[in-house]
């Protein structure tokens, strides 16, 4: 996979990058039929193709689905909810969704935030929330 965009630090498989607004997730696109994928795999699931180039993930998308976990991993407060977000027609994410366990409607905007795990930026967690006023003005 060809990486066109300077300044990315890597997320698992796949990479973040800085830009003004704050940090955002880096997919790819394929480069035979446009397909974005993320995460980042090695064949596009749309047409086959190898050849992908970078692509930042649309900051703002709708949730298509979502589920409350009452039972997480040791050390995390549970319950908090989890979902499938469209982020365009063809690009459905996983994560969670930091908002009130029964403030979460199917439907609804939600806006990809991606944060430094710790101080030194050397990981990152991304999870879903409810688009902040600024992300409405400028993406709407
Ligand atoms: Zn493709």
Redesign the pocket.
């Given at each position: 996979m060809r990486v066109s965009v300077n300044g990315f630090r890597r997320l698992g498989t796949a990479s973040v990058v800085r830009g003004r607004k704050g940090w955002s997730l880096l997919g790819a696109k394929?480069s035979?039929?446009e397909?974005q994928i993320y995460p980042v795999l090695t064949v596009?699931p749309?047409?086959g193709?190898r050849d992908f180039v970078a692509s930042l993930l649309p900051a703002i998308g709708t949730l298509y689905c979502h589920s409350v976990v009452h039972m997480g991993p040791r050390g995390v407060d549970t319950p908090y909810t989890v979902g499938y977000v469209d982020l365009s027609d063809s690009l459905r994410v996983f994560g969670r969704i930091e908002m009130p366990v029964g403030a979460v409607q199917t439907g609804q905007q939600l806006e990809l935030r991606v944060e430094p795990a710790n101080r030194q930026a050397s990981q990152f967690i991304y999870f879903f929330t409810a688009p902040s006023e600024v992300s409405q003005q400028v993406d709407s």
């Amino acid at each position: 996979m060809r990486v066109s965009v300077n300044g990315f630090r890597r997320l698992g498989t796949a990479s973040v990058v800085r830009g003004r607004k704050g940090w955002s997730l880096l997919g790819a696109k394929c480069s035979d039929c446009e397909t974005q994928i993320y995460p980042v795999l090695t064949v596009c699931p749309q047409c086959g193709g190898r050849d992908f180039v970078a692509s930042l993930l649309p900051a703002i998308g709708t949730l298509y689905c979502h589920s409350v976990v009452h039972m997480g991993p040791r050390g995390v407060d549970t319950p908090y909810t989890v979902g499938y977000v469209d982020l365009s027609d063809s690009l459905r994410v996983f994560g969670r969704i930091e908002m009130p366990v029964g403030a979460v409607q199917t439907g609804q905007q939600l806006e990809l935030r991606v944060e430094p795990a710790n101080r030194q930026a050397s990981q990152f967690i991304y999870f879903f929330t409810a688009p902040s006023e600024v992300s409405q003005q400028v993406d709407s």
